[in-house]
């Protein structure tokens, strides 16, 4: 096997940084997609689409480009391995012998031995990323010329993906298929068609002794919501989500007034016994704990201070809600208040004390739209994570764009609007995902935010250190992958003990 430690691709230039800011071509060649490979394209793409000021499609551009890579390798091992066999590839009769055991031969026995053997072979991928008046362009390029039938399937797939308004539509066709391949490039047409790019924006193609995959973004694209196609059944979720509690939004009145004893507040929410409950229960949770059980609700007012209270009276009517509607979701919940108990103490860790309370409740509601998505049409979601076992792809926000034409976090966003929540927190909410999108000011909370819901993630081994944004690693001085990993460590020792 080749050893990790060699670097196993080409920059050119090398600087590829450099050659964004300038607008100069740049290209990232390789013969196997290596995870260091991998965090190298998603590092760039993020950055060209920084620079022009299109980073909500990022996960989409980097799913699709991923895809291209990955079948453009495929395409190279298969004629290596024709050429090993010393069979014919062009005939019909040699290509029906060889195919009968590339698969089981090359991805369940001989895999390492094989790309061992393209790693030391002239056959490459090559990413390429160029720049014009109007568009970014993307090539995805491997060095042997595709065949004919080949590239009628693949043109084929990409006109009919971008009919279906369904994954699960889609999902059943490639069941139906004699291969039963080519869903994952169906999943990215469709991710494409709800991104806002048009079919003639993607293509593939021979060019002598090339085959070249292109995705052509234009600078001008479209803002998120002129491009998300809300389903009925979502809008019609909102709708009948109950307002927030009238109750609990006196209470946030009277704390809003500084002018307000703190006895009155206390006298309000012992009102209502089913608050009294939650809060002191909220108070005496992992994120509040004290040497000290609070014990009265004017206790918890004077120990958690009033900006606490308020976060505490906005988790607990979320809570009443997802508990009304959304029971069966409470495992979310349960990863909603570590995430949140993370994000509290990582403002307190780094020194952003005056945050902490408001982070707390920015993670702890940050999957709202989460619980709302997933009891739309359960079924269908169950059908998206078969295919996610088949794929390999465990990105639940692609698998949402996809299915809806939007994603959980802008879902909460809306929910956030609904039930009025301040500009900061639907903001959050909405960007805790796309920390690049931060404006200025909250700047520090979403990237508090992100990198708790980072961690969490990782403990779900649905996300790693690689794929980090670099503007949060180097924002928090965390780009050394052991400071991160401490961090990691103590919030998880800490949060362990406190539950």
Not at 74 to 102: C, H, S, T, V
Not at 162 to 177: C, M, N, P, R, W
Not at 390 to 410: V, Y
Not at 442 to 452: D, Q, R, T
Request: hydrophobic residues 40%; charged residues 30%.
């Amino acid at each position: 096997m080749n050893d990790n430690n060699i670097k196993a691709y080409v920059m050119n230039p090398p600087d590829f940084k450099s050659a964004i800011k300038h607008g100069d071509d740049f290209y990232i060649q390789f013969h196997t997609f290596r995870p260091d490979i991998e965090a190298q394209i998603i590092k760039i793409i993020h950055r060209y689409l920084e620079e022009y000021d299109i980073l909500y499609i990022k996960d989409t551009i980097i799913t699709v480009v991923k895809e291209l890579i990955n079948n453009s390798i495929k395409a190279n091992l298969k004629r290596l391995y024709f050429k090993l066999k010393e069979l014919d590839i062009n005939k019909i009769e040699e290509y029906r012998q060889g195919m009968e055991n590339f698969k089981i031969e090359i991805y369940q026995t001989s895999t390492e031995e094989y790309l061992d053997k393209l790693e030391e072979s002239k056959l490459v991928v090559r990413a390429a990323f160029k720049i014009s008046d109007d568009h970014i362009h993307i090539n995805v390029i491997n060095n042997i010329p595709i065949l004919e039938a080949e590239l009628n399937k693949i043109n084929a797939r990409i006109a009919k993906a971008y009919k279906y308004t369904d994954i699960s539509d889609a999902f059943e066709d490639v069941l139906d298929d004699s291969e039963g391949a080519g869903l994952g490039l169906i999943m990215a047409m469709m991710l494409f068609k709800n991104s806002g790019l048009k079919s003639d924006c993607f293509k593939i193609y021979r060019k002598g002794d090339l085959t070249i995959a292109t995705i052509s973004i234009p600078k001008n694209l479209s803002e998120p919501e002129s491009r998300i196609e809300i389903t009925e059944r979502i809008l019609k979720e909102i709708d009948e989500i109950p307002a927030f509690p009238e109750n609990i939004s006196e209470i946030q009145k009277l704390c809003s007034n500084p002018e307000t004893p703190i006895k009155h507040i206390a006298e309000s929410i012992s009102r209502d016994p089913g608050l009294t409950t939650s809060i002191l229960k909220l108070a005496n949770s992992a994120g509040y704990m004290s040497i000290r059980k609070v014990e009265t609700i004017e206790e918890a007012v004077v120990k958690i201070g009033i900006k606490g209270i308020n976060t505490l009276l906005v988790a607990t009517g979320v809570y009443k809600i997802i508990e009304n509607r959304y029971k069966r979701f409470e495992a979310i919940w349960k990863d909603s208040y570590k995430r949140a108990f993370y994000a509290q103490k990582i403002a307190i860790q780094l020194k952003y004390n005056k945050i902490s309370e408001f982070a707390y409740l920015a993670a702890l509601l940050a999957d709202i739209g989460r619980i709302v998505m997933l009891s739309v049409d359960e079924k269908l979601f169950k059908k998206l994570r078969e295919i996610t076992g088949i794929k390999g792809l465990d990105d639940s926000n692609l698998l949402e764009e996809i299915s809806l034409g939007m994603s959980h976090s802008t879902l909460g966003a809306l929910i956030g609007k609904k039930w009025k929540f301040n500009e900061a927190l639907i903001s959050t909410i909405e960007l805790h995902h796309r920390p690049h999108m931060a404006p200025e000011k909250l700047k520090e909370l979403i990237y508090i935010v992100y990198l708790a819901d980072a961690f969490v993630e990782i403990e779900n081994k649905k996300f790693r250190f690689e794929f980090m944004d670099e503007d949060v690693l180097d924002y928090f001085k965390l780009a050394d992958k052991k400071y991160y990993e401490q961090l990691h460590k103590v919030l998880k020792d800490t949060y362990t003990g406190t539950v």
